[in-house]
């Protein structure tokens, strides 16, 4: 077993391109996704149409302008014809129509229903939530009284966070550690031993008294090697990249080394268990993508799950990735204890243990 463990490892060393781009994609995908979907929306194209022009209308397009110079999530763009601006948004020129009708003013000073309208273009939710989010905020500046009482009559909400502000980047790490992971498993293990008889080179180990346990173990335990290495490199790498507060914390590095290592052996065995029947090489490169969608996005790396339809929550109840990405989570944002991940870890080592076991049980000792 550990003949095999040596082999390929002394094989894996002799390829530095691979393992070089095996790491950088998943540091490449974190930069990249946490910067491209962690920003907040700015610079949003505003046309304000104003058919009122009177002293309320003014004051709604101070505030407006407040906005735009402050937080700069909007900036306003004058149009006198409505149509135009609509036309305009249609064609994306801009990102919504702020229209003040020409009876605000007067509905204003009787109290009577003041309105004003936000067209927007709702076919991205993103820029439309971040446009009415602006303006209802805008809004409620507006309608609060000039003179607040000394003692608040309405009830508020004070949010209390446990935690320093978590930027999306650093949201992203602990999927991106799994990724890397995973990346190293996809070219190790099982695939490794399909190559080996697409070469004929399994015969050497038929030939040897080595029982299928044995076998399997050598490859997974080689494998486990490669992705613990990756991992933990990511680990380091990413958490410096995405500002982990803390990121050479010995005891967190140790349960971060523990969980990596779990990880790594519960994805190899899984490999394995989907390869052990496999005779194509080419099987593996096809299935990848599938593997990577099917195990990644549901396991609440990129997306909470509560978002999930019932059918893909059922499938990240199985996931093992979504026990890797829970237990980073947990020691990298929260740096939490072994108490915290020791669902994670159970899960992981007994889907390793049902994996190995039924991967020893379908293993065939033939040509």
């Not at 038929?206 to 990756?230: D, H, Q, R, W, Y």
């Not at 199985?318 to 947990?330: E, L, N, Q």
């Amino acid at each position: 077993m550990w003949a095999i463990v040596e082999r390929e490892l002394r094989r894996f060393r002799r390829s530095p391109i691979l393992i070089v781009v095996s790491m950088i994609f998943p540091l490449v995908q974190l930069v990249i996704l946490g910067y491209a979907f962690g920003g907040n929306v700015k610079h949003l194209r505003v046309a304000v149409v104003d058919q009122d022009h009177g002293l309320p209308a003014v004051k709604i397009r101070e505030l407006a302008q407040a906005a735009s110079s402050g937080a700069r999530t909007i900036d306003l763009i004058d149009y006198a014809d409505e149509g135009q601006a609509v036309v305009d948004l249609r064609n994306g020129r801009v990102n919504g129509v702020l229209t003040i009708p020409p009876e605000f003013s007067r509905r204003v000073l009787v109290k009577n229903q003041p309105r004003i309208a936000l067209i927007e273009d709702n076919t991205d939710t993103v820029v439309a939530n971040a446009l009415a989010g602006n303006l209802t905020s805008m809004l409620l500046a507006y309608n609060e009284p000039p003179t607040a009482a000394r003692v608040p009559a309405k009830a508020t909400l004070d949010v209390v966070e446990v935690y320093p502000y978590v930027p999306y980047i650093q949201y992203l790490l602990p999927g991106s550690i799994a990724m890397s992971i995973f990346m190293m498993v996809m070219i190790g293990g099982g695939i490794i031993f399909i190559d080996d008889k697409a070469r004929g080179l399994h015969e050497g180990y038929l030939v040897t008294p080595i029982s299928k346990l044995e076998l399997i173990a050598g490859f997974n335990i080689s494998g486990t090697i490669k992705a613990v290495l990756a991992g933990f490199v990511i680990m380091l790498i990413g958490s410096v990249i995405a500002g982990v507060p803390n990121p050479f914390d010995p005891l967190r590095i140790l349960r971060l080394v523990v969980l990596i290592v779990v990880t790594a052996f519960a994805l190899i065995s899984m490999m394995f268990l989907l390869m052990v029947r496999v005779s194509d090489p080419l099987m593996p490169r096809a299935i990848f993508g599938v593997l990577n969608t099917v195990l990644y996005f549901p396991s609440g790396a990129v997306y909470p799950q509560q978002g999930f339809p019932p059918w893909m929550q059922v499938i990240a109840k199985v996931d093992p990735f979504t026990y890797a990405v829970h237990g980073f989570k947990s020691l990298l944002l929260k740096n939490t204890g072994i108490d915290a991940i020791s669902g994670d870890l159970l899960y992981l080592v007994a889907f390793s243990v049902v994996a190995m076991t039924a991967a020893t049980l379908l293993f065939k000792r033939t040509l």
